[in-house]
């Protein structure tokens, strides 16, 4: 019955009339960066076959099976038919791809494999907005020459406080891939659980891995390396790339339940929240994880974390190693510790041939300018965007403000985070420019990768919480990391998010629905 009501909606919303703006848009999301609308319309059904290059046949797989998926028209590969859709490579389209419909063609042209990738999921979409009966989808002559707006578009996932499972991260790449996301940012290790299998440390996963953010004694829950392979070859069939975060040198409690010889100490509020900066064998422990991290994930990245250390590193000023350390390396005060341990595990990582990734607490250590990338997330502290492009590092903006997802979305809810009374509705998710922060003239904005929401998991223990805080704000985030900004117009945005609700109803999603609040209550989180 709920999916009927959505269903009304969406028809009586077109019915009551839209503006003239919008309907000259394709019902696209992200929209496309250049779109025009001719007469004439293709016919997709069972007849149309696909051409392709052998460069192309992963791509034309994933189309074959994602549209048979959501409309059930099984487009055919043998030729000698009326209708057909061809994909070409052409590098000097320069990152873009071209889509042309006409009638009985459509021709599909992209710069590489991730941009005829893009041009198929716009297709995708076109087909299940304009699907009729009988499985039978009547395209108009849509125009488009597309390309991304920034090449980092980011989702983080936190699984160290709650563990998901193959399917749902799976289901997350799945809309991520539908939505243009690339980067899939893996927070699998924190204080209340370690979620991936390391063969030398066994004990990381069976003892770290025990318990989540309300029980502590829950049974074990980890991916093997079997399922990071898995999961990494199911995210770059669908164009994203997959990024582990292994947190130090604070956030260490579970790896530290399970060799406590590494451990640091931590504060009466956090206990063992530290690796322990002052003995040799840390380094090589961690160095040693980090290889096997390093071979699962082709990425050539890995998240090092870097933050809030100081919750937790108080024993450091007593520690007789610590002392030592400082003495012989000069360290000032405990920040110039947290820096050299960041240092030690940068170089270990850089010798692996990856690049490191940090948060915005590590703009003002001495890293790689080249083979660095930081993450603002502090949305109060600007001042370390500042001096993350002031020191020559790459960027990706995340700020908590309107991109935690772990936020509340409205007013009235109440199981998510408030930062000040400030929260994240989907309006502010799409909004969001980077044109809108105050960076000093002179410093570099090209280091601005691009944009990447955060969903922390310490209020999201269940999948329906997942999807609550997740959708719709992911098509926001989309279409804020791809649209230019001349073209995203917020009303326009909604009435083409009023055809994907049903997406998401029939794909099982417990959705946020943005006009109908009470659709689907507030999913209660219980502690």
């Keep these: 019955m709920k999916r009927i009501a959505l269903l009304l909606l969406f028809f009586m919303t077109l019915w009551a009339g839209s503006p003239i703006e919008a309907q000259q848009e394709p019902p696209i999301i992200p929209l ?16 149309v076959a696909i051409r392709f290059p052998n460069e192309l046949a992963s791509e034309a797989a994933y189309f074959r099976q994602e549209l048979f998926r959501r409309t059930g028209i099984p487009v055919i590969t043998r030729f000698g038919t009326a209708s057909r859709i061809e994909l070409e490579l052409d590098s000097e389209l320069r990152d873009a791809y071209r889509l042309s419909i006409t009638p009985g063609l459509i021709r599909l042209i992209g710069a590489g494999t991730d941009q005829v990738h893009h041009g198929l999921v716009s297709l995708i979409q076109l087909a299940e907005s304009y699907m009729g009966d009988k499985q039978v989808a009547v395209i108009p002559s849509w125009q488009i020459e597309d390309r991304a707006g920034y090449g980092w578009r980011g989702l ?10 193959v399917k749902k991260v799976k289901q997350i790449l799945d809309y991520m891939s539908y939505y243009k996301l690339n980067r899939l940012h893996w927070h699998l290790t924190d204080s209340p659980g370690w979620r991936i299998e390391i063969k030398k440390y066994p004990k990381l996963a069976l003892v770290g891995g025990i318990g989540d953010h309300h029980d502590p004694n829950k049974p074990s829950a980890f991916y093997t390396q079997e399922d990071i392979k898995d999961i990494v070859r199911y995210a770059a069939e669908r164009k994203i790339t997959v990024i582990p975060e292994i947190d130090m040198p604070g956030h260490a409690t579970a790896a530290n339940r399970a060799y406590p ?7 009466a509020r956090y206990p063992e929240f530290t690796f322990h900066p002052g003995k040799e064998g840390t380094y090589a422990y961690l160095t040693e994880v980090l290889q096997e991290v390093n071979t699962l994930f082709p990425s050539g990245m890995i998240h090092l974390g870097g933050d809030e250390v100081s919750f937790g590193n108080e024993k450091w000023a007593t ?4 002392t030592r350390l400082m003495q012989r390396e000069g360290l000032a005060d405990l920040k110039a510790v947290e820096d050299y341990f960041i240092q030690r595990m940068a170089d270990s990582v850089l010798n692996m041939g990856s690049k490191v990734l940090a948060w915005d607490e590590m703009a003002d250590a001495t890293l790689s300018k080249t083979q660095s990338i930081i993450f603002w997330w502090r949305h109060d502290k600007p001042e370390q965007l500042e001096l993350a492009l002031k020191n020559g590092y790459a960027t990706v903006i995340c700020p908590r403000i309107p991109y935690y997802l772990d936020f509340v979305q409205e007013e009235f809810h109440q199981f998510g985070r408030k930062w000040a009374g400030a929260f994240a509705p989907l309006r502010a998710a799409y909004e969001f420019s980077v044109d809108d922060l105050s960076i000093s003239a002179g410093l570099p904005k090209d280091l601005i990768l691009g944009l990447q929401a955060n969903l922390w998991t310490e209020t999201v223990h269940t999948s329906q919480r997942i999807d609550f805080l997740l959708f719709p704000r992911i098509a926001a985030l989309a279409e804020a990391a791809w649209t230019p900004e001349l073209l995203k117009k917020y009303d326009n945005f909604m009435l083409r998010l009023d055809s994907h609700l049903p997406r998401y109803e029939q794909d099982g999603i417990y959705f946020y629905h943005p006009r109908q609040p009470e659709y689907h209550p507030e999913p209660v989180y219980r502690p």
């Excluded at 496309?32 to 007849?47: K, T, V």
């Design 32 to 47: 496309p960066a250049d779109f025009s609308l001719n007469d004439g319309n293709f016919l997709l059904d069972r007849e």
């Design 156 to 165: 983080m996932l936190d699984e160290s406080r709650f563990f998901f499972g």
């Design 261 to 267: 010889e590494f451990s640091g100490g931590g504060s």
């Design 319 to 322: 520690d007789p190693y610590v």
